[in-house]
């Protein structure tokens, strides 16, 4: 397979392509991003995704081209590399100013850069995670996909000393998400999810999960969980786009449905199973 990354108008090999030491997206982490599923040549739930992009874009101030603009990018990148399944990693900064300054010295052409890797996950095999409870130590706007991700890489590198695989996130307590993916709850029967304030990023699996039930007439609560609250829960898993649904089966030391995957996680990656398939058939 041919592994051509775009950058600013070029299709480049990945070592060939350079961005400015002045870029802000290098200087500050001025840039957003987005991570889309490919399936059998389809991205997955893609207008979803760039409205999320719009939705950053706007938060930090940046004019973007119109949406189907990285409509095309995105077919593009997937014809031009003849990828099967994948996943596209988007992303926009400011662009390369003369020099470092906070503030843009002048009017910038945004930056922006795209690629498509293979998955490292395999969906016929659940395989249920461990995971680590931790204080939320990033900024207040977690709901915008920002490239600035010093706060999550810290604490997936304090989750790997503790053997976990990714964190469970909480704020004086009150749940929030992972360091790169959503959290469900499964109690009595109940599917509940923290809510999408500006403290999680509204994930588009979260989002398409929260469909799914519903459409399987699950009771689904957008509501606040608390860490008090786990020891109730009958099962937990996570979602996010690089790895779909993924059962839960260890928080700190609590194990949940005796390690393995439950029966509501269970009926939820079946759905979303078939969701992929009817969306890559049309
Ligand atoms: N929260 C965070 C902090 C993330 O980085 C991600 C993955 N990008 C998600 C949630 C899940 O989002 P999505 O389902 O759109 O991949």
């Given at each position: 397979m041919a592994n051509l990354v775009y950058l600013n108008g070029d299709w480049l090999a990945a070592s060939s392509a350079k961005v400015s030491v002045n870029d802000r997206g290098f200087l500050f982490a001025d840039g957003i991003y987005e991570v889309i599923p490919v399936y059998q040549r389809r991205p997955f739930l893609l207008n979803l995704h760039l409205e999320r992009l719009q939705r950053s874009a706007q938060a930090i101030g940046l004019a973007i081209a119109p949406l189907a603009s990285y409509q095309s990018l995105v077919t593009e990148l997937i014809d031009v590399n003849d990828s099967v399944d994948g996943l596209v990693y988007l992303q926009l900064t400011f662009g390369a100013d003369s020099h470092r300054n906070h503030l843009p010295s002048q009017p910038l052409t945004p930056t922006c850069y795209a690629s498509i890797s293979p998955f490292?996950?395999?969906?016929d095999i659940p395989t249920p995670v461990k995971v680590a409870t931790m204080e939320d130590?990033?900024?207040?706007?977690?709901?915008i996909k920002s490239t600035s991700l010093l706060g999550n890489v810290m604490l997936k590198r304090a989750c790997q000393q503790q053997h976990a695989d990714e964190p469970l996130l909480h704020r004086n307590g009150r749940i929030t998400e992972g360091a790169s993916c959503n959290y469900f709850f499964v109690k009595q029967g109940r599917l509940l999810t923290p809510p999408a304030?500006?403290?999680?990023l509204a994930g588009i699996t979260r989002t398409w999960v929260i469909e799914l039930a519903q459409q399987l007439a699950m009771d689904v609560s957008e509501t606040p969980v608390f860490l008090d609250d786990l020891m109730t829960m009958d099962e937990v898993f996570l979602t996010s786009s690089s790895r779909e649904i993924q059962p839960v089966a260890q928080i700190d030391d609590i194990i949940f449905h005796q390690g393995q995957c439950g029966p509501v996680t269970a009926q939820l990656i079946q759905a979303f199973h078939t969701s992929k398939r009817h969306l890559i058939q049309e």
């Open positions: 490292n996950v395999r969906w130590i990033r900024w207040l706007r977690c709901d304030d500006h403290l999680i």
